[in-house]
């Protein structure tokens, strides 16, 4: 795995969407090691460049348009392939981020949108290349301001909601407490409060902020 450069396959049918992926990436100080059009040209890529450290990939692909890249994350979860995975939307979905996250592993879950940023690009696959986890910033901003019925995440002050947000966006404790202007110490207190809230019981790793992130996510469905 490098962190200085990491090495990306990016896959998307649409020649001009990967392309400007491709040349954001280059720009923000990644290898690009592959480009492919569909999933048999992803599995191909992965195969000629096993040291590959992340995936961007569109959940809609040839033949049929609907879930292929997303179908595809979950098959090489199910094979053991730990590659970081950025998957690609049009659309700011829960349902899609939930099932992506569900996925295990290294996940993101981008709009389309969001790739005329090339540092939130980068951002994203830096994230997933470390371990970590991404949701847009546009669907948590939609399940937190949505209303209906009870939820645990309503039981968060406003402080908490804007630090589980910065978490979902893949912020490191020390990214949160950057954002907000408050000390690394502050934000723990603030995310194991956050943990309690949402009954995530203690585990090793970066687990109870994913399973934070999916408790937030779910809430919208």
């Known amino acids: 795995m490098s962190l200085e450069r990491p090495r990306v396959v990016v896959v998307d049918d ?52 609907s879930d292929e890249g997303m179908r595809a994350l979950e098959e090489l979860r199910a094979d053991g392939v730990t590659t970081g995975v950025l998957l690609l939307s049009m659309y700011a979905s829960p349902t899609l981020a939930v099932r992506a996250l569900s996925a295990g592993g290294a996940t993101g879950y981008l709009l389309k949108d969001r790739i005329t940023d090339g540092e939130a690009l980068v951002a994203a696959v830096r994230t997933i290349v470390s371990g970590g986890t991404v949701v847009d910033p546009d669907v948590v901003a939609l399940l937190l301001g949505s209303t209906g019925r009870p939820r645990l995440v309503d039981a968060l002050t406003p402080r908490e909601h804007e630090v589980l947000q910065l978490m979902a966006g893949g912020r490191s404790n020390l990214g949160i407490a950057e954002v907000l202007t408050l000390s690394v110490k502050t934000v723990e207190t ?32």
């Open 14 to 65: 649409a020649v001009l969407v990967r392309e400007g992926v491709r040349q954001l990436l280059v720009a923000g100080g990644c290898d690009v090691v592959a480009v492919a059009t569909d999933v048999s040209g992803l599995h191909a890529a992965l195969e000629a460049h096993p040291g590959a450290d992340a995936v961007v990939l569109d959940i809609r692909m040839p033949p049929d348009h």
């Open 190 to 221: 603030h995310v194991e409060h956050i943990l309690d809230k949402l009954g995530i019981e203690p585990s090793p790793g970066e687990h109870r902020r994913v399973l934070a992130v999916l408790e937030l996510l779910r809430a919208g469905d």
